[in-house]
Each structure stands twice: as structure tokens, then as C-alpha cells.
């Protein structure tokens, strides 16, 4: 890329390229290609299989920086076992999970399979045994999902040479996070994936910019998957980006189902809505008829988290295996609408870096036809 930013120099990265995935596959090849892969540790229950997954990604980097990002929220939530949390949820929002899935034909789990129980990454007892062993490991930078981590959780990353990263949706959240001894904020616009705001990218990234100050890095993230919105994201004052949707259809995303990856290419940019049914804080899904099934009348509120996502687990795995396109829920943002194809990490991120380059040549053209 014909632009490197200061991101690139203190990360030890190619390209200003933050990718976050929940997947240890897409995120070693990010930081093969030149970026900066993010793994996502929330869906890790046991944190025996997230250091695993580290391992891996150790010996799969080809000696590049990798992160991690862990979801401590705030506002501290229910604590407890996942039985203990499934006792505390309402039998009336169970009764009326069970008769929407039947509704939408989704049959029951397979005889002998499991129960899930939920994710417990976002409980803080959970978190901090993922920062416990993400500590343990050479990652170069822990963010937090939602606000900025704890103090000791930022000293500890400091004391071992990790920078700190947290996401923000609004420029107070983000005077906070720098406040609280965070080293790189993440303005997330409304248009991103997962949890997120209600302001979008081109209104929050200067706003947030502007806020932090000069010193501060900011990283733009919601609405980016091709280069011309990488150089829009440097233009409004961020030095990199963040992207988690636009890896969803790459071919180390291998935890797909063939019904999710055709819900994801058949997607527009109209085709997600802002929801608590995910975890129990406002999310960015696919629009389908199982979140149209919570708007209707007599539909219950959700839970808060941790709580809806424990009443919702086994009802996500049995709408996975469905194998419907129409019912698949999951976590996807606006960009949804520009992926069209299953291609490798490499590939994407070099057309992001060619698409970029010609952008910037684009912009010297003006300024010079202005000289």
C-alpha cells in the first residue's frame, strides 16, 4: 500500500489493517498477508481451547503480530455457573423460543447431541480467564469489545509490552477509554456488525478523531470492505481500520454452514437490522424470519446479557443445522451487501491494498488538475 500510516510502524504491520474474526484460521492469515488478524475470544468457554487456538496461531503467523479482543462490559453482568444462569431465565421466554422455532420447521438437536450452553465470554469471571491466557502468549494487542478494560487488565497488558485497544460509539465513550490508559480507540459507526451504536462512521470517526486528540490513534470500523473506504476512513482522520464482516466469506472462515454463507452472499446492505436477541446488547444481524419472528406481537422482550444468549443457544445451533438460509443467525454488518464471493484471506486484502493504492492515485490526479 502506497499509504502506511503510524498504526503500521507500531504494530509491526504491513497495511493499516485491523481484521477481527472469531476464527484463529482467518485471523493467522490477516497477519500473514500484512495486517494485523484479531482473534475474537468470546465464544471460548474453556480457556484451555482458547490457548490452544493461541498455540496455533503462534506457530501459524509466519512470526507476525496478532490480537485478541475479549468482551468485558462496563456494566458488570449476571455471574454464574451455565446452569445457574439457565435457572434464572423465564419458562414463558423458553415456551415461546420452542414454539418459534417450530413455526419456522427448524427440527430439534440430533439424538445424543449436546445441549449448548451459551457463551460465557461475556461474564468478566470468563473474560479474565481469557486475558489470563492471552497474557501467556506474544500477542501485540488485547482489545476490549465493550469500553475500555478493566485497570489492572491494562496494567497487565502494559507490563508485558501489549498495547490496549478499545471500541467506541460515541466520542464521550472514547475521552473515557483514553482517560482509563487505553492506547487505540476504535470508532465503531452504526453500520458495523455485532455490537454497536447508533451513530454511523462518517459522523463518529472525525467526531471521535477530534475528541482523542492527535496523540491518540483511532482506527475507523462499520461500513469498510473495499480500498476507496480505507482512504475515505485516513481522510476523516483514523490511521487504520478495523473490519470483522468482510471475513466472513473467505475460505479459512470454514466455520460457515453452507445455508450461512448463502445467507451472507445473497445479502444486500439492507439485509440486517440492530437487535438485542443476539447477546442482550444491540446487535447488527442478518435480517431473517427469526429475527422478524421478536418484533411481532407477543414476542418477549429480550434478556439481558448474559441471560439471552443462555435462553437462545440451543435454538442458534438447531437454526444453523437447519441448513435454511432464511433463519440463520448471525452477526453481520452493512458491507454484507459487497460480499459476493468465497475467496482467501491473501486475495481480499490484496485487492483491498490495490483499491487503495488507486484511490490515493485518483486524489493526486484532482489535486494536481486543481494546480
Known amino acids: 500500500?502506497?499509504?502506511?500510516?503510524?498504526?503500521?510502524?507500531?504494530?509491526?504491520?504491513?497495511?493499516?489493517?485491523?481484521?477481527?474474526?472469531?476464527?484463529?484460521?482467518?485471523?493467522?492469515?490477516?497477519?500473514?498477508?500484512?495486517?494485523?488478524?484479531?482473534?475474537?475470544?468470546?465464544?471460548?468457554?474453556?480457556?484451555?481451547?482458547?490457548?490452544?487456538?493461541?498455540?496455533?496461531?503462534?506457530?501459524?503467523?509466519?512470526?507476525r503480530p496478532y490480537g485478541i479482543d475479549v468482551v468485558m462490559p462496563a456494566r458488570v453482568p449476571a455471574e454464574g455457573t451455565a446452569s445457574d444462569l439457565s435457572a434464572m431465565i423465564p419458562a414463558t421466554h423458553r415456551e415461546w423460543v420452542e414454539q418459534t422455532l417450530l413455526k419456522l420447521g427448524v427440527p430439534p438437536l440430533a439424538?445424543?447431541?449436546?445441549?449448548?450452553?451459551?457463551?460465557?465470554g461475556w461474564l468478566h469471571s470468563v473474560a479474565r480467564q481469557h486475558v489470563e491466557v492471552a497474557l501467556a502468549h506474544p500477542a501485540r494487542l488485547i482489545a476490549n469489545a465493550l469500553g475500555p478494560p478493566p485497570e489492572d487488565v491494562i496494567a497487565s497488558a502494559h507490563d508485558r509490552g501489549m498495547l490496549v485497544a478499545a471500541l467506541a460509539g460515541k466520542a464521550e465513550h472514547a475521552r473515557r477509554q483514553v482517560a482509563s490508559g487505553v492506547d487505540i480507540v476504535v470508532a465503531q459507526g452504526y453500520e458495523a456488525g455485532g455490537h454497536t451504536g447508533e451513530i454511523a462512521s462518517m459522523v463518529l470517526?472525525?467526531?471521535?478523531?477530534?475528541?482523542?486528540?492527535?496523540?491518540?490513534?483511532?482506527?475507523?470500523?462499520?461500513?469498510?470492505?473495499?480500498?476507496?473506504?480505507?482512504?475515505?476512513?485516513?481522510?476523516?482522520?483514523?490511521?487504520?481500520?478495523?473490519?470483522?464482516?468482510?471475513?466472513?466469506t473467505t475460505q479459512e472462515y470454514a466455520v460457515a454452514t453452507p445455508a450461512l454463507?448463502?445467507?451472507?452472499?445473497?445479502?444486500?446492505?439492507?439485509?440486517?437490522?440492530?437487535?438485542?436477541?443476539y447477546s442482550g446488547k444491540p446487535a447488527r444481524l442478518l435480517k431473517n424470519k427469526w429475527t422478524q419472528a421478536w418484533t411481532e406481537p407477543g414476542a418477549p422482550d429480550p434478556l439481558p446479557m448474559p441471560l439471552q444468549n443462555v435462553l437462545v443457544a440451543e435454538?442458534?445451533?438447531?437454526?444453523?443445522?437447519?441448513?435454511?438460509?432464511?433463519?440463520?443467525?448471525?452477526?453481520?454488518?452493512?458491507?454484507?451487501?459487497?460480499?459476493?464471493?468465497?475467496?482467501?484471506?491473501?486475495?481480499?486484502?490484496?485487492?483491498?491494498v490495490r483499491e487503495a493504492d488507486e484511490t490515493v492515485?485518483?486524489?493526486?490526479?484532482y489535486q494536481k488538475m486543481r494546480e
Open 261 to 277: 454463507r448463502t445467507a451472507l452472499l445473497n445479502a444486500t446492505s439492507s439485509d440486517t437490522v440492530r437487535s438485542r436477541i
Open 315 to 352: 435454538a442458534h445451533r438447531r437454526l444453523m443445522e437447519a441448513g435454511d438460509p432464511d433463519v440463520v443467525p448471525m452477526p453481520a454488518g452493512q458491507i454484507v451487501g459487497r460480499l459476493n464471493e468465497i475467496r482467501p484471506v491473501a486475495d481480499l486484502i490484496a485487492d483491498l
Open 1 to 63: 500500500m502506497s499509504v502506511r500510516t503510524t498504526l503500521c510502524g507500531r504494530l509491526g504491520i504491513e497495511h493499516p489493517i485491523v481484521g477481527f474474526t472469531p476464527s484463529e484460521h482467518v485471523a493467522a492469515a490477516v497477519s500473514r498477508a500484512g495486517g494485523l488478524g484479531v482473534l475474537g475470544c468470546v465464544r471460548f468457554n474453556d480457556p484451555a481451547e482458547l490457548d490452544a487456538a493461541l498455540t496455533w496461531m503462534d506457530s501459524s503467523t509466519d512470526g
Open 111 to 120: 439424538d445424543g447431541e449436546a445441549t449448548p450452553d451459551g457463551v460465557l
Open 205 to 248: 470517526v472525525p467526531e471521535i478523531v477530534d475528541a482523542v486528540g492527535p496523540g491518540v490513534p483511532v482506527l475507523a470500523a462499520g461500513g469498510i470492505g473495499s480500498g476507496r473506504q480505507i482512504v475515505a476512513a485516513l481522510a476523516l482522520g483514523a490511521v487504520g481500520v478495523w473490519m470483522g464482516s468482510a471475513w466472513l
Open 361 to 365: 492515485t485518483l486524489l493526486g490526479l
